[in-house]
């Protein structure tokens, strides 16, 4: 090789590796710059204001060649992090006084990503740019014109009589939620202008529909504090911050001491936006009642609670929603970021966070977490906080015992389990004998029965003897019974009882390790009760059902794994005896009832093992919760915990066929998604067209089953709630007893938790069932569910 040959290589590598070099360094610094400015505003030495100062003056440096990562960073900023709003508009404001071509750039960054939200339907990250917005026009970045023609902007949506009004609700909040920020500039600068704002705000708040408030509620009691929907709180609560003439004690302003610098900087205006209009196919939040357990009395002496109206009450419970949104998954980390709130010597953290915790747990239709990620929370705070928190804890115990007369049965449901776990992780202690009045109670009163299910409950999570023991004697008539199963061929004379030889013959079959085969051998022995005479042949034969469920679920007595091993093994039997006859799978039901009425939780497994092994179906399992052998156990929390599990299992039947063909129509376009790019998926074959009709039949067919199964639940609750009405009309009684009162909420409760998936079909239900003619009582919780989307 020659020697020009061979130094022409040697640079050419060593401007290889610069390049790497510099491409290194590049990273490093961008990554430094993104700790520096994620981290400004947590514990430091240094003041605040030193530190924005001189994370200014390294930004300011590195703009030139870091520009578009330090904008990227400064808008995520703003919208990830809206606790530390008032930081980072300081920030923004003095890179503008230094840089005025920045200043504008992120505006327009912020403006697009405002749209960008609005059309993806991502309303929480609209309402922080807009607050960002607002902030910025404190730091002298964004002219006060600009932003008031902004939120005219966002009003206007008040005026669209075409689109819902949760859509315009939306919109409204978004622009009352920015007020504490901007409020107090725009009385000073903009005044008539700001008045006008909260005119046009005023007039749209009182015309619009309250129809959905009463589903929402957690009590029907507004007794002791009213409970008040979220708009129209934070209506009044706005009121109150402008009758306090704007001024707030709780948002950080470190802009205020940059006030010389700021206001030499020349201002952006935002650029104009038009609103995405509206379409079907938008989500929009559900609208919720504020929760409210505690008030100034029931905290003691010390730092003292904001009133519901006061502008901190918002912005504190706010800012501790947001901690418990960013640490749900971590749950010792979301309960040492609660404790650690800013100002927590000013106000009594304890009961707040107790507040918002609950109100989290009890939020309608659903709260946003599962149910047991506040348990934990709530014992992880207990244990950070062992002087104080396990007291107040108490405290909202007894005030929701108190109340739980009229607490709304979904809540009532949520209480009942997240108490039950959490005295279980105390050793079941509770002050009973508070309580001990309950005793003398109609076990169908709210007090009683919620003693009663959180016994039930405590049960799955411990064993009935320790139960037994921890309560007074006086609660013994709350004490579940002992969870056995009850065998009818091993009862005092049971010889005498249809088929009981062929029960013992059939046992010895099966602990011999028999067959299906031998199974079904003994079964055919014996005489169909339903046949008449020789010519008609029965669909199905009751007394083979009746032994067979009767000596499997005994035989597999000792646990849920036994059950549903014997279960799985025969399963061809149940084939052979039950098929698809309706009547046949309810007198399966009503069997397993049978033998283990004693034990819910077990009647719950089953139920659901029945499912999931294709032995009953989901329209059965409802006509068999609704039937009248079932009338005993109707109110009991355990039925209707087998009713939502089976609607669950049906509506996971039908998302995961929708979901299959939704990825069979893609692959057939050659759409193929980003991360379905491996092997395996290139390998395989495109569907045809006749494969994705079937697959589309099926699905058809399944929404089909869906639909008819919340048919048959709705129309049964219609029939039961008619019929108690008329017998109480004309029997000239009071038709609002605590069975009316349990079976009307579980109708909401059916409206409420599987909301998206009845909604699909509410043309249907309003034409067939809940008609005008319907007793308005019922009607009503049809009418609260449809206006949750109006």
């Known amino acids: 090789m020659s020697r020009r040959k061979f130094d022409e290589m040697s640079d050419y590598a060593d401007s290889g590796r610069d390049r790497k070099r510099r491409r290194a360094d590049a990273v490093e610094i961008e990554d430094r710059l993104e700790s520096l400015i994620l981290r400004v ?33 400064l808008s995520d900023c703003a919208v990830k992090m809206p606790e530390k709003t008032t930081i980072y508009t300081t920030l923004v404001g003095l890179l503008n006084a230094k840089n005025y071509n920045f200043g504008g750039e992120f505006v327009d960054m912020m403006a697009r990503k405002l749209k960008e939200a609005l059309k993806a339907c991502m309303w929480k990250t609209a309402r922080y740019v807009l607050r960002f917005f607002a902030d910025l026009v404190n730091c002298h970045v964004i002219s006060t014109n600009s932003l008031l023609q902004l939120l005219h902007t966002f009003l206007d949506t008040a005026r669209d009589d075409n689109s819902p009004q949760v859509r315009s609700d939306t919109y409204v909040y978004a622009v009352l939620s920015c007020l504490p920020w901007v409020g107090r500039e725009l009385y000073e600068k903009k005044e008539q202008d700001l008045e006008r704002l909260l005119k046009h705000i005023e007039i749209y708040v009182r015309k619009r529909s309250r129809k959905h408030v009463p589903g929402l509620r957690v009590w029907r009691s507004d007794r002791p504090h009213p409970q008040e929907e979220y708009l129209d709180c934070l209506w009044a609560q706005i009121c109150k911050l402008r009758s306090d003439m704007w001024q707030e004690k709780h948002i950080a302003r470190p802009y205020v001491a940059f006030d010389s610098i700021l206001c030499e ?139 739980i007369d009229t607490m709304n049965v979904c809540c009532f449901d949520r209480m009942v389990n997240w108490f039950s776990y959490h005295l279980s992780n105390f050793q079941f202690k509770w002050s ?77 079959v099966i602990r011999a390790k028999g067959t299906s085969m031998e199974v079904v051998q003994v079964l055919s022995e014996l005489p169909n009760p339903l046949r008449e005479n020789d010519e008609t042949d029965p669909p199905y034969n009751p007394l083979q059902i009746q032994v067979f469920v009767q000596v499997l679920l005994h035989l597999g007595s000792k646990s849920f794994s036994h059950a549903f091993a014997g279960i799985s093994k025969f399963l061809k039997v149940f084939e052979a005896v039950v098929g698809g006859n309706e009547d046949a799978q309810m007198l399966v039901l009503k069997e397993m009832q049978d033998v283990w009425h004693h034990h819910q939780q077990m009647m719950v497994m089953l139920s659901d093992k029945f499912l999931r092994t294709q032995i009953v179906t989901c329209a059965t399992v409802a006509n068999w919760v609704f039937s009248k052998e079932m009338m005993p156990e109707f109110t009991k929390n355990y039925i209707w915990e087998i009713l939502h599990g089976t609607i669950r299992k049906m509506n996971k039947h039908v998302a995961r066929l929708q979901r299959e063909v939704n990825e069979a129509r893609e692959r057939r376009a050659g759409n193929e998604s980003e991360d379905s790019s491996s092997d395996e998926e290139e390998q395989r074959p495109r569907p045809s067209e006749e494969e994705i009709e079937r697959m589309e039949e099926k699905l058809e067919a399944a929404q089909a089953d869906q639909k008819n199964l919340f048919l048959i639940i709705f129309q049964r609750f219609i ?67 449809v206006a949750l989307r109006a």
């Open 41 to 73: 505003g947590e514990k430091s030495t240094s003041s605040l204001e030193s530190n924005l100062e001189g994370l200014a003056s390294v930004l300011e440096a590195d703009i030139n060649n870091y520009k578009s990562k330090i904008l990227k960073i």
């Open 265 to 403: 900087a020349l201002q952006h205006n935002i650029p104009p936006l038009t609103l995405p209009p509206h379409h079907t196919d938008n989500t929009y939040p559900f609208p919720w009642v504020v929760f409210r357990l505690f008030d100034y009395t029931d905290c003691p002496e010390g730092p003292v609670l904001p009133g519901a109206h006061s502008i901190e009450r918002y912005l504190i419970e706010e800012h501790l929603h947001n901690i418990v949104k960013d640490y749900h998954l971590e749950r010792k980390q979301c309960a040492a970021f609660l404790l650690d709130f800013p100002l927590k010597h000013k106000i009594p953290l304890e009961y707040m966070i107790v507040e918002v915790v609950l109100a989290e747990l009890f939020h309608l239709p659903g709260p946003r977490y599962i149910e047991i990620c506040y348990g934990s929370l709530l014992i992880e705070l207990c244990k950070l906080q062992p002087a104080t928190m396990p007291q107040v804890l108490a405290q909202a115990v007894e005030l929701l015992f108190d109340r």
């Open 432 to 508: 009973w004998d508070d309580w001990l009045e309950a005793s003398q109670l109609d076990p169908a009163h709210p007090r009683a029965k919620f003693i009663i299910e959180v016994l039930q409950r405590s049960m799955r999570l411990s064993y009935h003897q320790r139960i037994a023991e921890v309560v007074p004697e006086q609660f013994d008539c709350f004490v579940p019974h002992k969870p056995v199963a009850i065998y009818k061929f091993a009862n005092d004379g049971a010889g005498d009882l249809p088929g009981s030889n062929a029960a013992h013959r059939l046992e010895s």
């Open 719 to 785: 029939m039961i709630l008619s019929e108690h009405l008329v017998r109480c009309d004309t029997d000239g009684r009071d038709f609002n007893t605590h069975w009316y009162r349990w079976t009307i909420g579980r109708l909401h409760q059916i409206f409420m938790m599987h909301n998206s998936q009845v909604e699909r079909y509410s043309q249907t239900l309003s034409t067939l069932l809940f008609t005008q003619d319907l007793d308005p009582h019922i009607l009503d919780s049809f009418n609260q569910f």
